[in-house]
Nanobody, 122 residues
Framework: QVQLVESGGGLVQAGGSLRLSCAASGRTFSSYAMGWFRQAPGKEREFVAAISWSGGSTFYADSVKGRFTISRDNTKNTVYLQMNSLKPEDTAVYCC???????????????WGQGTQVTVSS
C-alpha cells in the first residue's frame, strides 16, 4: 500500500503553466510505475501520463502530448507533472496513482491520491 498526496494545482490563464507534485509514502516508491489522471466535471476520469519505475519510459495521452511532461525523483518519493500551454479544456481535478498490475503503459492503478484542482481560464 502507498499513500499519495497531490499538490500544485491552482487557477491559471490559458497559455500558462503549472507544476503538479505527488508525494508518496508507504510501499517502496521506486518499485512502481506512476500515472497521472484527471477528471473534469460531468466527465469520466481519463488517463494523462505514465512513467516507469526508473523514469526511463514515459507515455502521454494525445490530448497533452507536447505540452505536459511527467517525471519522478525516487530520492524524494515524488512524481511531477509539468503542464505548459494550458487550455481551458485542461480544467479538471488531477490525481496521481501507483501501478497495481497490467502491462506498460496501460497499467492498472491503485492508491489514488485525493487530487488537486487545476482551473484554466479563457
Amino acid at each position: 500500500q502507498v499513500q499519495l498526496v497531490e499538490s500544485g494545482g491552482g487557477l491559471v490563464q490559458a497559455g500558462g503553466s503549472l507544476r503538479l507534485s505527488c508525494a508518496a509514502s508507504g510501499r517502496t516508491f521506486s518499485s512502481y510505475a506512476m500515472g497521472w489522471f484527471r477528471q473534469a466535471p460531468g466527465k469520466e476520469r481519463e488517463f494523462v501520463a505514465a512513467i516507469s519505475w526508473s523514469g526511463g519510459s514515459t507515455f502521454y495521452a494525445d490530448s497533452v502530448k507536447g505540452r505536459f511532461t511527467i517525471s519522478r525523483d525516487n530520492t524524494k518519493n515524488t512524481v511531477y507533472l509539468q503542464m505548459n500551454s494550458l487550455k481551458p479544456e485542461d480544467t479538471a481535478v488531477y490525481c496521481c496513482a501507483a501501478e497495481a498490475g497490467g502491462t506498460w503503459p496501460h497499467y492498472e492503478y491503485d492508491s489514488w491520491g485525493q487530487g488537486t484542482q487545476v482551473t484554466v481560464s479563457s
